[in-house]
C-alpha cells in the first residue's frame, strides 16, 4: 500500500517559481520510480519529472527540461518539484505518481504508473 499527498501549488505570474511537495509513504522500492504527472484544463496528462528511488536519477520531459528540479529526501519520505521561470502553458492540476514496474519502459509514461496523490492546482499568468 502507498499513499501519496502533493502540497505547495498556487498562482504565480509568469517567470516566478514553485516549490511542490509529496509525502510518499507505505510500500516503497529500490526499483521505483516517483513522478510528477500534470494536466491541463482539456489536455491530456503530461509526467514532466521522474526519479530513480535506488539512485537518483533524473528525467524530464522537454517542456520543461532546464526549468523544473525534480528531487527526493528518503530520510524524510519526500519528493519535491521545484519550478522557475514559469509560463502561463506550465498552469496545469500536479499529481505526485509512483511506478512499480514497466521494465525499460522511459519513466516519462504516465500509464504506467500505479498510485496517484490528490493533486495541487499551480496557476500561471
Known amino acids: ?72 529526501d528518503i530520510a524524510k519520505n519526500m519528493v519535491y518539484l521545484q519550478m522557475d521561470s514559469l509560463k502561463p502553458e506550465d498552469t496545469a492540476m500536479y499529481y505526485c505518481a509512483l511506478r512499480t514496474g514497466g521494465g525499460s519502459s522511459s519513466p516519462l509514461m504516465s500509464s504506467l504508473y500505479d498510485y496517484w496523490g490528490q493533486g495541487t492546482q499551480v496557476t500561471v499568468s
Open 1 to 72: 500500500h502507498v499513499q501519496l499527498v502533493e502540497s505547495g501549488g498556487g498562482s504565480v505570474q509568469t517567470g516566478g517559481s514553485l516549490r511542490l511537495s509529496c509525502s510518499a509513504s507505505g510500500n516503497i522500492y529500490h526499483h521505483h520510480y516517483l513522478g510528477w504527472v500534470r494536466q491541463p484544463p482539456g489536455k491530456e496528462r503530461e509526467v514532466v519529472a521522474a526519479i530513480f528511488r535506488a539512485g537518483g536519477i533524473t528525467y524530464y520531459a522537454d517542456s520543461v527540461k532546464g526549468r523544473f528540479t525534480i528531487s527526493q
